[in-house]
């Protein structure tokens, strides 16, 4: 066995090399691929607004003024401190909270009643429960129709524009169900918002 050593070593050598070789020409390969067939998700699916990168459609973004469109609510925090930071990409994770949680039935209690004196609602106004609840990322970009039309006569209002148009600009970045099936009809808040910073609703 011992004689035959030099000649294994040089085997596994070679069987080294082919692999790293066959592996460097696969990612080449799927990497021309990607960038040329789907070279917009390949490159994070970014959002451009006056040749400025603003965001990615696949991360969502926080907003506060009421002349936006808000998302969904964001758990993540910041890995170094454990504190809140909404929508960090870099620590994505839910809240972990079950359904009979205390925490979750007052913070989601205290969050519908919030959406509902900032839009206008009724007080037994049905809420979109995507409004109101994390999902397991913690920073997802899409919120739901439904979610984005209670939200049109507060952005409406505060811009000074007719709610009429801005409903109809939803309407337009209605995003159907994956392969007409799965899913829920959505829509992405930063291109929303940033359709209504450009006059999209005027």
């Known amino acids: ?16 090399l082919v692999f790293g070789a066959m592996s460097l020409v696969y990612g080449l390969v799927m990497t021309g691929f990607a960038q040329g067939v789907f070279h917009n998700q390949a490159n994070g699916s970014l959002i451009t607004h006056n040749g400025q990168v603003v965001g990615s459609s696949l991360i969502g973004q926080e907003f506060t003024s009421p002349r936006y469109f808000q998302g969904r609510p964001s758990a993540t925090e910041n890995a170094t401190t454990d504190k809140p930071q909404p929508y960090n990409a870099a620590n994505s994770a839910g809240s972990n909270l ?7 039935i007052q913070r989601v209690a205290a969050q519908v009643k919030q959406i509902r004196k900032q839009d206008g609602l009724g007080p ?19 919120i739901s129709e439904a979610a984005a039309l209670i939200q049109v006569d507060r952005v409406a209002k505060a811009r000074g524009l007719d709610s009429a148009k801005v409903r109809t ?9 994956i392969l ?13 918002n940033l359709a209504l910073d450009q006059g999209a609703a005027r």
Do not use: C, H, W
């Open 98 to 104: 079950g359904p009979n949680n205390a925490a979750l």
């Open 124 to 142: 037994n106004s049905t809420v979109p429960v995507d409004l109101v609840t994390t999902d397991f990322s913690g920073f997802d970009p899409d």
């Open 1 to 16: 066995m011992i004689a035959s050593l030099p000649k294994e070593l040089v085997r596994a050598i070679r069987l080294t």
């Open 169 to 177: 600009l939803v309407d337009s970045l209605v995003q159907g169900r």
């Open 180 to 192: 007409g099936v799965f899913g829920e009809p959505y829509v992405n808040v930063l291109a929303l």
